[in-house]
C-alpha cells in the first residue's frame, strides 16, 4: 500500500494534474513513490507556473483553470481521420460567432463552414466577463493535413491549426506478407579509402546500392545524422545533438559536391591538401577523430563555397533556402556565432538572447558565414537524397532508415532558437532503477507540453518534415517520450524527478501523418518499463515497435520462444548499447563494465549470469535445430539470427558490426570519457578496419546474408 503521509497537498496535487504533471510512480522495486512538494514546485517552475506558496499555488490553480475561456478558440485542435470532433469556442456570453475552416492547399484548398452543435455549458465568470461557450463539428470527412479554423464576430477574432491525421499509418504496399531485413550501421564508423576519417553520405550511398544489389536488403538503418558543433570540440554521441531538424554536415563528402570537380588547380590543390592528414585515418582501427576530420572537410569546403555555381544550382540552392524558412536561417545565424565565439569559455550574455540587438547586428556582420551554413544544409540535404534514392535504385524496398534522437544538447541551437518550446529549468532523465539507483539525468531539455501546444506544435512538425524528406522509415528513439518523460527540476537529483504527461494523440497522429506524407514507416524504440496499453496503442496506429532477443526473456531468463514475438515490430539480435554479438557471446560486456567500475554485484557473479544466460539461448538453438553441438562463433551468430527470422515481427535488423565479426561496443551507458564511446570504427573479428570498399566481398557478411535469405 502507497504510504499516504508523504503524499503532497491536495491544491498541490490539483495543480499538477492541470499541467500533466504526475505526482507518483511505481518504482523498480515495486513499491509506489511520491514525489516530493519540493520537486512538483520544481517542474511546475519549469513549466512557468509559480508554486512557491499556498497562496500561489491557488492563483495557479483559479488561472488554469479559466485559461480555456479566455481563448476564443484552443491553441490548436488535432484529431483522427474518419472521427467527428468538436471545437469549444468562448466568447461573450449571448454574442453570435460564425467559424469556418480554410483547408490545406496540400489536401486541395477551399473553405468550409462549420455546424454548432446544441450543447449547452453553463457560462463563466472570467476577469469580470460572462464568458459563453459554442461547441462545432468537425465533419467525419474532412482531408488529410494541417487546416485552419476562424472564428469571426463581435467579441470573436481568432484562428487556430486543425490537424487531422491518419487513424493508423499504413505500412507500403511492397512490404505486405513479406520478411523485410536490412542493416544497422553507424555511418560514421564505416569509411572506404575516399571518407576523411569518417564515414559519410558518399559511403551511405555505396553501402545502400551493395546491400540491396549483392545482399538483397532492404533498408539501412543508420544513427541520428543530427546537427553537432560546427566550432570548437564536436561531442561524438549523436544521441545530443545540438539540433534534431539540421544534419551534421561533418557526412558531407566533399569530392560529391559539383562545383569540386570545376576548381582552378590552385584551389583543387587546397581542397587536396585539406584532406591528406584524414584520408590516412581510414585505416586506422583507432578511435575516430571527428574533430579532425571537421577540421579539415571545413577548410575545404569553404574553397568548394567560393567557387561559382551555375544558374541552374544557384536557384535550386535559392529555393532550398526559400522551403525552409526562418528556421534554416536562424540555425545558420547560431552556427555563425559558435564560430564568433569559438575562443570564448561562454557567449556574451547578450548574444544568449535571439532577439537582442547584438544579434540583430550579427545577422548583418556575419551574413556571408549565414549564408554558407545554409549552403552546408542544402549540400548534406542533396548528398543525403542520392544516398536514398541510390538504395532505392539498388532494390532496396525502404531505402535509408533514419534514427531520431529523444533530445538535443542543452546548449544547442534548438535550444537558443526555440525559446519556452523547450523548458530551462528541467532536463530528461529516468527513475531509479536496478542499474541506476540514483536515476539518471541525460541532460536534455524536455518539450513544454503547453508552450509546443501553443506553437500548435510546428517545432515538432518541422523536425519531422526535414528527417523525413529522404527516408523510408523512421526510428524514433525512446518513443516512450511522446507520452511522458522524467523530468528532473535543475539543481535537483536524478532520483528527484517527476513524470510530465504529453499529448500522445497529437504527438502520435502528428507523426503518423508527415511519415504518411512522405511514404514511411516509422518503428518506436520501445524498450525497458512501457505501460502495456502504450504498446497497444502504438500498434493501433501503425507504429511498429522494437524487439531484441537479449531482451526478450521470461521471468525465469528464458528465451522468450519466437513465435510469441510481435508482428508489429522491427526484431534484432542486438542494440548500439550492447557488444556487439560476438563480444557478447564471449562476455565482454562484464569484462568492460568490471574495468570500468560499472557492476554493482561482484563480477564472478555477474560472470556466471552472464554465461548462464549465453547457455539458456544456445540451448533453445540447439532445440529448434538451429545449432550443431560444437559451434564455431560465426555458426552461434547466424543461429541467433535464424531464430530471429523465425519470428513474425515485420523488419528484421542485422548489425554491420555482427555481419563482419566486430566485438567492441559502440556504447557503454553509464561513461562518458572513460570509454570512447560512438568513436569505434568498423572492424572485423581480428581488429582490422572493413573499409566500404571491401565490406561487401567480406566472406562472413556474405554467409550471414545467405541466411537472412533463407526463409
Known amino acids: 500500500m502507497p504510504d499516504e503521509t508523504d503524499r503532497p497537498a491536495e491544491p498541490l496535487l490539483r495543480l499538477a494534474a492541470a499541467y500533466g504533471v504526475v505526482p507518483d510512480y511505481r518504482g523498480h522495486d515495486g513499491l509506489h513513490h511520491w514525489a516530493s512538494e519540493a520537486t512538483l514546485r520544481g517542474v511546475l517552475a519549469a513549466l512557468g507556473v509559480d508554486a512557491s ?89 474532412l482531408p488529410l493535413g ?21 487513424d493508423r499509418l499504413e505500412p507500403p504496399a511492397a512490404l505486405a506478407g513479406r520478411h523485410t531485413w536490412g542493416y544497422m550501421a553507424q555511418l560514421y564508423s564505416v569509411r572506404s579509402a575516399a571518407s576523411w576519417g569518417i564515414g559519410d553520405l558518399g559511403d551511405l550511398a555505396e553501402i545502400g546500392w551493395l546491400a540491396a544489389k549483392r545482399c538483397g536488403a532492404d533498408f539501412v538503418l543508420v544513427n541520428p545524422l543530427h546537427a553537432a558543433e560546427p566550432a570548437g570540440h564536436m561531442t561524438p554521441s549523436p544521441y545530443l545533438p545540438t539540433s534534431r531538424r539540421f544534419i551534421n554536415p561533418v557526412y558531407i563528402r566533399v569530392e560529391d559536391v559539383r562545383e569540386t570537380a570545376y576548381l582552378s588547380a590552385a584551389d583543387r590543390a587546397l581542397v587536396e591538401w585539406a584532406a591528406e592528414p584524414v584520408l590516412a585515418l581510414d585505416a586506422d582501427p583507432g578511435p575516430i577523430d571527428r574533430d579532425a576530420a571537421w577540421t579539415a572537410k571545413k577548410a575545404a569546403l569553404e574553397v568548394v563555397f567560393a567557387a561559382p555555381r551555375s544558374a541552374a544550382r544557384q536557384e535550386a540552392f535559392d529555393d532550398f533556402v526559400a522551403e525552409q524558412g526562418a528556421g534554416l536561417e536562424t540555425f545558420a545565424l547560431w552556427c555563425a556565432l559558435c564560430e564568433r565565439y569559438a575562443d570564448q569559455p561562454r557567449w556574451p550574455a547578450e548574444a544568449l538572447d535571439p532577439s537582442s540587438e547584438l544579434v540583430k547586428a550579427a545577422r548583418t556582420e556575419l551574413a556571408e558565414r549565414i549564408v554558407f551554413h545554409e549552403w552546408l544544409q542544402w549540400v548534406a540535404d542533396t548528398q543525403l537524397a542520392e544516398a536514398h534514392r541510390a538504395a532505392r535504385s539498388g532494390g532496396m524496398a525502404i531505402g535509408v532508415m533514419h534514427d531520431l534522437a529523444v533530445g538535443v544538447h542543452p546548449e544547442g541551437a534548438d535550444v537558443w532558437a526555440l525559446g519556452d518550446v523547450l523548458s530551462s529549468g528541467a532536463t530528461v532523465g529516468a527513475p531509479p532503477d536496478m542499474y541506476n539507483q540514483q536515476g539518471q539525468d541525460w541532460s536534455q531539455p524536455p518539450w513544454r507540453p503547453d508552450a509546443l501546444a501553443r506553437a500548435a506544435y510546428r517545432p515538432y512538425r518541422d523536425m519531422l518534415r526535414t528527417i523525413l524528406r529522404h527516408a523510408g522509415a523512421l526510428r524514433i528513439d525512446h518513443v516512450i517520450g511522446l507520452f511522458r518523460l522524467w ?23 502528428i507523426l503518423a501523418l508527415e511519415a504518411h506524407r512522405a511514404g514511411a514507416l516509422v518503428i518506436g524504440e520501445d524498450l525497458g518499463t512501457v505501460e502495456p496499453w502504450v504498446r497497444d496503442y502504438l500498434s493501433e496506429r501503425g507504429i511498429l515497435g522494437t524487439s531484441v532477443l537479449w531482451f526478450e526473456q521470461d521471468m525465469h531468463g528464458n528465451p522468450v520462444p519466437p513465435e510469441h514475438y510481435r508482428r508489429l515490430a522491427l526484431a534484432t539480435v542486438t542494440t548500439h548499447d550492447l557488444p ?75 548489425s554491420l558490426a555482427d555481419a563482419v565479426g566486430e566485438r567492441r561496443a559502440q556504447n557503454q551507458p553509464g561513461t562518458d570519457t572513460e570509454y570512447p564511446n560512438w568513436k569505434i570504427p568498423l572492424t572485423d573479428s581480428s581488429g582490422a578496419v572493413v573499409l566500404v570498399d571491401d565490406l561487401f566481398d567480406n566472406q562472413r557478411l556474405l554467409s550471414l546474408a545467405a541466411v537472412m535469405n533463407d526463409h
Open 53 to 141: 506558496s499556498p497562496e500561489r499555488v491557488a492563483l495557479a490553480v483559479a488561472h488554469v483553470e479559466d485559461m480555456p475561456w479566455r481563448r476564443v478558440v484552443p491553441p490548436v485542435v488535432v484529431t483522427r481521420s474518419g472521427r467527428q470532433a468538436h471545437v469549444p469556442v468562448h466568447v461573450t456570453d449571448g454574442d453570435p460567432v460564425r467559424v469556418w475552416l480554410a483547408l490545406d492547399e496540400e489536401a486541395g484548398g477551399g473553405r468550409l463552414e462549420l455546424t454548432q452543435v446544441d450543447v449547452y455549458v453553463e457560462p463563466r465568470v472570467v476577469d469580470g466577463r460572462r464568458v459563453g461557450r459554442a461547441t462545432f463539428t468537425l465533419p467525419a470527412d
Open 146 to 166: 494541417w487546416h485552419e479554423l476562424h472564428a469571426e464576430g463581435p467579441s470573436a477574432g481568432a484562428h487556430c491549426a486543425v490537424v487531422v491525421t491518419p
Open 487 to 509: 523530468w528532473v527540476p535543475t539543481g535537483m537529483s536524478a532520483a528527484e524527478g517527476a513524470y510530465v504527461r504529453y499529448d500522445h494523440e497529437a504527438l502520435v497522429g
Open 580 to 654: 556487439p554479438t560476438a563480444g557478447y557471446l564471449a562476455g565482454e560486456h562484464v569484462t568492460l563494465r568490471n574495468r570500468l567500475g560499472l557492476l554493482t554485484a561482484p563480477v564472478e557473479q555477474v560472470r556466471a549470469e552472464a554465461e548462464a544466460e549465453r547457455n539458456r539461448m544456445l540451448t533453445a538453438l540447439r532445440q529448434r535445430g538451429m545449432l550443431g553441438d560444437d559451434p564455431s562463433e560465426r555458426e552461434i551468430v547466424e543461429a541467433l539470427h535464424r531464430w530471429v527470422l523465425a519470428t513474425p515481427a515485420a523488419l528484421i535488423g542485422v
